[in-house]
């Protein structure tokens, strides 16, 4: 097997990023979000530019969230994704907007500590407190994740939180998140084409690590459908933490 076509400098380094997607993709199925924040700061560590990094991602995730929103069709609010939908629309254009002409930091830090004492809530109390959400909340929260993906390419938080407080059995929020992610993806997918973005070594390069993705995805699942409903809501709360706290160390580094 060469690898005179794609963008790994050397086998070890292949081998690194199997280990890496792997764990990534397992995490991503499981949950139904953390690829990017497992993945992308460990793979920038070794391969560059981190363009490569971003599109092998995107070939990365598609299959998973293809097979997620396969497995949980039925459990689907197709009407709460559109409207979420519609809203992320919204709120890209005006992040975006943000991002090129304001200083958004200070958002990312007031939300790095908003998901750290949510989910430290969430893993102390008892009982999940299960939220009948209002009829103007779901466009508001797809306006805000819309915010955050044009601002700083990270859409997923606002929905984790909205999706936990709803009381979502597991493979329901799984899926909604999963659909949502699907739907950005494919709408990343022809950008990045068009752009020039998608090329012949990293489209090669995300076939070599293939077998990494499949086994992912099948570990992924797996856990999934043994865990408990409660220690799923539980290791989601961990997962709100640890997505807080990365947010903070990179503001503050």
């Known amino acids: 097997m060469s690898l005179e076509a794609t963008f790994f400098d050397s086998y070890n380094q292949l ?15 499981l949950f139904g979000f953390g690829l990017g924040l497992i993945a992308v700061g460990l793979l920038a560590l070794f391969i560059q530019p981190v363009t490569h ?15 997620v929103v396969y497995r949980s069709w039925r459990s689907i609010s197709w009407q ?11 709120g890209t254009v005006i992040g975006t907007l943000i991002l090129k002409y304001g200083n958004p930091e200070f958002i990312l830090t007031i939300l790095g500590f908003f998901l750290i004492g949510a989910g430290m809530i969430f893993l102390i109390a008892q009982s999940a ?25 990270t859409g997923g938080p606002p929905l984790i939180f909205y999706y936990q407080l709803s009381g979502l059995k597991k493979e329901a929020f799984r899926g909604n998140l ?26 090669l390069s995300a076939v070599y690590i293939f077998p990494a993705i499949l086994l992912g995805i099948w570990l992924g699942n797996r856990i999934h459908v043994q865990i408990s409903e409660t220690g799923f809501r539980k290791m989601v709360s961990a ?5 807080g706290i990365i947010l903070l160390i990179k503001q503050f580094h």
């Open 239 to 243: 997962g709100l933490i640890v997505i």
């Open 129 to 153: 407190k299960i939220i009948c959400w209002p009829s103007w909340c779901p466009p508001f929260i797809g306006v805000v994740a819309g915010l955050l993906a044009g601002m700083f390419g």
């Open 178 to 203: 999963m659909t949502l992610f699907l739907l950005m993806a494919l709408v990343r997918f022809p950008s990045y084409a068009f752009s020039g973005l998608v090329t012949f070594p990293r489209f």
């Open 80 to 90: 709460g994704i559109v409207i979420l939908s519609g809203g992320i629309v919204v």
């Open 53 to 67: 990094v971003i599109v092998l991602l995107l070939f990365v995730a598609i299959p998973a969230e293809i097979y």
């Open 15 to 29: 081998i690194l990023t199997w280990l890496i997607l792997f764990m990534a993709q397992t995490v991503y199925v």
